[in-house]
């Protein structure tokens, strides 16, 4: 699928949850974006920006199959999976992205009413095998991303934007971190704590380093 290794290679990938802000946001990404998956019913979200996705991936109980016959006639890939299986139709569509070579994935539409669902697609990227390339899910001005241990972690933003990190792997510890409020230096943030939330930045990067555990970043944009 990406002819240019030299290049980057971001992904797409859709989910079938809402999308608040419409379909502008999903028009930006896919404008930049050498890949697109849809995950089942993600795919209407394609179709309402007016494009298609590469790779069409799910048990489809979410897309009628008007559309999902329409899709693949033209020219979309469709990976139908049985709805007795061992994944999410958005985990499904991660694999595929990573398959295809993508060294970046942008989620979509991955928030939603359902909270299994929701938490679900939050924790999906502390999996191991995603740890390999940049992943987020990004929803309006909030940006999701699982931070992992023994490298630095540079945020990019805005003065005055909100950053939460929440420790989702037991104890999260040696936590020093830069550029916000309320920096921390080799500090601990034991599971289910709440002293990582709603810090600010104080500059246009936040620098966040840690020894264990895995942490959730949710980066709230405050940008006119």
Known sequence: ????????????????????????????????????????????????????????????????????????????????HPARKD????????????????????????LGARW??????????????YGRVPMRVVEGAQTLRVLRPGRPHQLAGTRGDTLSLIPISGTATGITTSGLDYPMQHGTLPFGATLGVSNVLTSATASVAFESGLLLAIHISHAS
């Open 1 to 80: 699928m990406f002819n240019n290794p030299e290049t980057q290679r971001l992904a797409l990938v859709v989910a079938n949850g809402p999308l608040p802000d419409g379909v502008a946001q999903l028009a930006t990404y896919a404008a930049v974006a050498a890949l697109r998956v849809a995950a089942d019913g993600g795919a209407r979200h394609f179709m309402a920006a007016g494009l298609t996705p590469h790779f069409l991936v799910g048990d489809l109980d979410s897309l009628p199959a008007v559309d999902a016959d329409a899709l693949q006639k033209s020219g979309v890939v469709v990976l139908r």
């Open 87 to 110: 994944a999410t139709d958005l985990e499904l569509a991660l694999d595929v992205a990573l398959a295809q070579g993508a060294d970046e994935v942008v989620v979509l539409a991955a």
């Open 116 to 129: 299994d669902q929701t938490l679900a697609n939050m924790l999906l990227l502390a999996l191991e095998r």
